[in-house]
Structure formats: C-alpha cells, structure tokens
C-alpha cells in the first residue's frame, strides 16, 4: 500500500491501530488483576501499556506533522520516527530536555494532554498495582 495510499491516511490509520493496542492490554490487564490480583505479569502489563502510550503518542505527532504541512518542531525541518519517539518518552516522563519543542499550538496541546496521560497513568495505575503487588507479598 506504500505509495497508493496518502501519507496523512497511513499516518492515521497507523496512529489508531498504536492506540488500539494500550487500549486492548488495558481491558486484559483490568481483567487480570480483577482474577488474580496484582501478580508480575500484572506490573508488567502495566509498565508495557505506558511504553506504548509513548509510542501511539510518536505516532500521533507524526500524524499532525503530516496534516498540519509544517514542521512540527521549531529546532529541526526534517524528523525522523526516532526522533518523534525520543520527543514523546521525554513529555511522557516529563523530563523535557529542550532540545525538541513544538512549533505550533496543536503540537503544544498534545504534549500537554501526554505529559497529562504519563503522570496520572503513573500515580494511579503503576501505584496500585505495585500496592497490591507488596500487599500480597507480605501475605
């Protein structure tokens, strides 16, 4: 399909099939720790759900960058996908180094709806289920 099809469909198709999955490991990890409580592959399910948030969030910058026709980042024309998901792990975290800042006003809500999503992930989701994971362990 590469070439028949427009690069802003391939970029939303690619960005909906990425937040397809943390959504579909969410309701398999709610079900887990439901069942059996909050075991290791619990933890992990977690930890694996946050890494692909950070990665449907690459693809959704790449999404915008293609639709908007400008450049997404003030300090470079040219990004490549590393790029894009260096930037996300960096608002994700919140760590923000600086060396990549969006050029425009959409690409400055959606690191702020990310940094959002990664802090309130990990105060809710990550906290329970390490909770409930040493609770059970002192069991």
Known sequence: AVGAISTSITFAVGAVMTLAVPATLSRGL??????????????AGGLAIYLLLGLAFASLIGFVSV???AQFFVQSGHV???DRVYYSFTVLTTTGFGDFTAAHGAGRALAVLEMLIGQIYLVTVISILIGRRIEQSRR
């Open 67 to 69: 639709v908007a026709h």
């Open 80 to 82: 490549s996908t590393s």
């Open 30 to 43: 709610l079900r887990l720790v439901r069942e059996r409580g909050a075991t290791v592959q619990a933890v």
